[in-house]
């Protein structure tokens, strides 16, 4: 397969997870692990930008002399009826982001630029394997990061005892693994009835108390969004539309925002890949960040009780070419940028160590060269967050990485 092939992550064992999931709309998974608390009741909402965010227009550097000349078609303009919404002068963002643009004003949104995580080759699997273990390379592992924070956590506290979120039908790898996870997609099909329900549990409590167990979690989860006012239409767009993404993040927000509810959740929003037409100030990537802006303003609003404390992260498993290619699109590359978001965000920064947009700058001499690592980032936010210490991130949520220091200053 070719380095910009794009490859689909359909293994079959998510599949059947998936589908089990999807029989209720409700999730599975049994036991709540323990976890510690920090000395806030902190929220933390992980999304993943699925097929490789082009970081150079979601963010355009468009005070670096080189930007205009690789982005021939693309290009995005200080000035104009389309102009790009100033952050610090040097980095602009996407026209398409003024909710973005409005918290990075109010000190609630910073930016990380040339970022990455430590994998450097070019497939979607395998990057997003990296991204979501948390390990150093792809295929180390089955379980992901934030499944083994909430494993590592002391017992008793918030977080553990009311689980983490995976939102979809198959639940993203980041929070898959030992310790327990709750799960929820939004409706497209119609729900068992409670007498089907009522006759599922009375029967698996007599054959299968593992899986009535799974079916009572379930149902506590559908009970929390239910009173939360999640109830919504089926069908609808999916997570590559600004629907879909809208209704993702009300359920998400309405689940985690909730007294009872989950404390850490992860969620994926797809169609990133723009290898094609992928357009300037208006286009394809264009309504893709219109969405993703749309998500960001539904979790300020849908967690407004809670987002004092809540940091949303919007990361993605890699970034693309510096220069447009002969599609007016941009192929598979290295360094992007992320998002933080929220009450609980040190905002209205631009976190970057610039590389520069030159040719001998540039990764390869086609990417944006990476020089902040995301696992430091994700480190200072939950170091911070959930009073995890350096050494038990360096050594069980994110392996081998006793040489990278959690970002420090993330969070107010």
Request: some cysteine.
């Amino acid at each position: 397969m070719g380095a910009d092939d794009c490859e689909r992550m359909t293994p079959s064992r998510r599949a059947v997870l998936g589908a089990a999931s999807a029989l209720f709309a409700w999730s599975y998974m049994p036991k709540f692990a323990h976890a510690a608390a920090g000395s806030r009741d902190s929220r933390f909402l992980l999304v993943v930008l699925r097929g490789a965010l082009d970081g150079l227009s979601a963010v355009p550097p468009l005070g670096d002399p080189g930007y205009a000349d690789l982005r021939e078609g693309i290009a995005l303009a200080k000035d104009g009826p389309e102009a790009a919404l100033p952050l610090d002068g040097f980095f602009y963002l996407h026209p398409a982001m003024p909710n973005l643009a409005r918290l990075y004003a109010n000190g609630q949104a910073s930016i990380v630029h040339a970022s990455a995580t430590g994998y450097r080759e070019r497939s979607h699997f395998d990057g997003q394997d990296v991204l979501e273990s948390g390990q150093g390379g792809p295929g180390k592992t089955d379980s992901g990061w934030l499944n083994r924070l909430i494993a590592s956590l002391p017992p008793g506290e918030a977080v553990s005892r009311h689980g983490a979120l995976g939102v979809g039908v198959v639940p993203p790898l980041v929070v898959r693994g030992q310790a327990p996870v709750l799960g929820w997609a939004p409706p497209r099909m119609a729900r068992a009835g409670a007498d089907l329900v009522q006759r599922l549990g009375d029967l698996y409590g007599e054959r299968d108390p593992p899986l009535a167990l799974v079916l009572k979690r379930a149902i506590e989860t559908e009970l929390i969004a239910s009173r939360q006012g999640a109830e919504q239409p089926r069908g609808g767009g999916g997570p590559d539309s600004a629907e879909g993404m809208k209704r993702i993040a009300e359920g998400a927000a309405r689940l985690v925002g909730a007294e009872d509810g989950p404390r850490i959740a992860a969620l994926a929003f797809e169609g990133w890949d723009t290898h094609a037409n992928e357009g300037g100030a208006k286009g394809r990537l264009a309504t893709l960040l219109g969405g993703l802006d749309g998500a960001l303003a539904t979790f300020e609003s849908g967690l407004k009780p809670v987002w004092k404390d809540t940091v949303v992260m919007v990361v993605t498993e890699f970034g693309r070419t510096a220069r447009v290619n002969g599609t007016v699109g941009t192929d598979h590359g290295t360094g992007t940028v992320a998002f933080l978001v929220g009450g609980a965000v040190r905002g209205k920064r631009m976190i970057a160590d610039w590389p520069g947009l030159k040719p001998e700058q540039l990764h390869e001499q086609r990417d944006l060269k990476p020089t902040t690592d995301i696992r430091a980032v994700a480190k200072g936010v939950v170091a911070d967050l959930f009073g995890l210490s350096g050494p038990v991130l360096a050594e069980k949520v994110f392996p081998g990485t006793g040489g990278l220091a959690p970002m420090q200053g993330l969070i107010v």
